[in-house]
C-alpha cells in the first residue's frame, strides 16, 4: 500500500519573522509537513491604513497564482487582521483558506465568557473581537480589547525581548477574565513569560494544526 503523502500547506504572512516560528512548530508538532511560505508585509500595511477589505484583491491576485503545493491545498492566513478578509476568498480560489486565530478565538469561549484581547496593532482589535463573537454564537460573551501601548513600536525596531516583555506585562496586568486572547502570532512567546493564573492563548500551534488537517479541494 502506497504511503499516505505529506500534508501540504501554504501559509501567508504579513512579517519575515513567522516563518521561522511555523517551521519548528512543524518540526515539533508536524515532521513531514511541507509549508510553503508567502510574506508579504504590504498587505498590513495597506490594511492599516485602508481597512482590512482594501487588500481583498491584492491577497486573491496573490494566492490564485501560487500553485499551493498538492492540487487543491490549503491555505493558512497568519496575520489576524486580514483573516477574515483571506478566509471569505475561499470559495472564489476553490481551495480551504484558514484564519490562524480561529482555533484560539473558539478555544477562548470555551473557556468562559469573559474574553480579554491584547493586539499590538489596534487594526486586529475588531477582527478578533467579531471572531470570538462569531465563535460563541448564541451565548453571551463579553469582550474587552486592549493595545499594548509602546509594543509595535518593539516589533519595528526588531526588539522581540522587549516587544514580548510589554505582551506578558499586560497579560498579567488582566484581572477579571476567562481567559486572554493574544490576537497576533507575533505575540505568541509572550505566553510563556506570563505570571497570571488566567489561561493565556496564542495562535500559532492550533492554527497550525487545524489548518494541516484541512482536506484538499480542487476547484470546480
Given amino acids: 500500500m502506497a504511503a499516505e503523502p505529506a500534508p501540504s500547506l501554504t501559509l501567508l504572512h504579513t512579517s519575515p519573522v513567522h516563518v521561522p516560528v511555523f517551521d519548528a512548530l512543524r518540526d515539533r508538532d508536524h515532521p513531514g509537513a511541507v509549508l510553503r511560505h508567502l510574506v508579504a508585509p504590504q498587505l498590513l500595511d495597506r490594511a ?24 487543491g491545498g490549503p491555505v493558512l492566513c ?15 480560489l476553490g ?17 468562559g465568557p469573559r474574553i480579554e484581547v491584547l493586539a499590538t496593532v489596534a487594526s486586529t482589535l475588531a477582527p478578533t473581537a467579531a471572531l470570538i463573537e462569531e465563535e460563541a454564537g448564541p451565548e453571551p460573551v463579553r469582550v474587552r480589547t486592549w493595545l499594548v501601548e509602546g509594543a509595535w513600536a518593539c516589533f519595528e525596531a526588531d526588539d522581540t525581548a522587549g516587544y514580548l516583555a510589554l505582551v506578558a506585562a499586560a497579560a498579567d496586568a488582566v484581572t477579571d477574565a476567562d481567559a486572554i486572547v493574544l490576537a497576533q502570532a507575533s505575540m505568541a512567546g509572550a505566553a510563556d513569560l506570563v505570571t497570571t493564573r488566567i489561561p493565556v492563548l496564542a495562535s500559532p ?3 497550525l494544526a487545524a489548518a494541516l488537517a484541512a482536506p484538499a479541494r480542487r476547484k470546480a
Fill in 205 to 207: 500551534a492550533p492554527g
Fill in 95 to 111: 481551495v480551504p483558506v484558514l484564519r490562524v486565530d480561529r482555533p484560539m478565538c473558539a478555544a477562548a469561549v470555551r473557556l
Fill in 48 to 71: 492599516r491604513a485602508e481597512g482590512p477589505e482594501a487588500v481583498a484583491e491584492d491577497i486573491r491576485a496573490l494566492l490564485a497564482q501560487e500553485p499551493q503545493g498538492a492540487p
Fill in 78 to 92: 497568519t496575520c489576524s487582521t486580514i483573516g477574515g478578509v483571506a478566509e471569505a476568498l475561499a470559495p472564489a
